[in-house]
Structures are given as C-alpha cells and as structure tokens.
C-alpha cells in the first residue's frame, strides 16, 4: 500500500526551529497536493499546511502563517516544513499525508481530503 514517513521533529525551546521532512515509502509523491497535519495530546488532528503537486501554490492555518514553511522537491519524492520561531501551543505530532484525487483549494483543511498518513513525528516546544 505504502505510506508516509516524517523525520525531523524533537525537543526545541520557544523562539526556536526544526525542519521536518516527509519521504514516500511505496508511493510518489509526484502529482499530487501534499499535506501537514498535526495533533496536540487530547486534541483533535488539524491543518498546517499544505502544497500544490507543482509547488507553486501553498496554504496555511492561520496559527502557523509568517512562521512555517511548507516546500517540495518532487525528483526526491520528499515533503518539507520548516518551522520557525516555535511556541509551546505547536507542540503536537507532525503527520504528512498525501492529498486524494478529491483535492482541491476549496477541502485541503479536511484530513478526509488525504491518504497514506504517516505515523507523525513528535515536536515539543518547551516555554
């Protein structure tokens, strides 16, 4: 079937940055919106980011804007998000996931918009 792998998250104090990044295991990524989702301990999952299969179009959650970087590069089958002067209510675990055939820039918030989730890497901002 494959999935998603994430790598990159860890611990970070406040004002800090880590870069995530996503490689496909049994799937490309090529030609398809990919996403950033994450979910905070008794939360539910919520939108980051998200891309536009040729990387020319990106979105944000307003939380996140002016601060976290979504990127691509497509001949890596690879997904990235950097993430800058990090705060203590974005600790949560990081999943990518790849938009379906459904995606579009009216439902890329919608996790039901995405498949093959990975298993989410954890980032902890400490205060």
């Known amino acids: 079937q494959g999935h998603a792998v994430e790598s990159g998250g860890g611990f970070v104090q406040a004002g800090g940055s880590l870069r995530l990044s996503c490689a496909a295991s049994?799937?490309?990524?090529?030609?398809?919106?990919m996403g950033w989702f994450r979910q905070a301990l008794g939360k539910e999952r919520e939108f980051v980011a998200a891309?536009?299969?040729?990387?020319?179009?990106?979105y944000y959650s307003d939380s996140v804007k002016g601060r976290f970087t979504i990127s691509r590069d497509n001949a890596k089958n690879a997904l990235y998000l950097q993430m800058n002067s990090l705060k203590p209510e974005d600790t949560a675990v990081y999943y990518c996931?790849?938009?379906?055939?459904?995606?579009?820039?009216?439902?890329?918030?919608?996790?039901?918009?995405?498949?093959?989730w990975g298993q989410g890497t954890q980032v902890t901002v400490s205060s």
């Open positions: 891309i536009y299969w040729a990387g020319g179009q990106t």
């Open positions: 049994g799937r490309t990524f090529s030609g398809y919106a």
């Open positions: 996931a790849r938009g379906k055939s459904t995606w579009y820039s009216g439902n890329y918030y919608y996790t039901n918009t995405y498949d093959y």
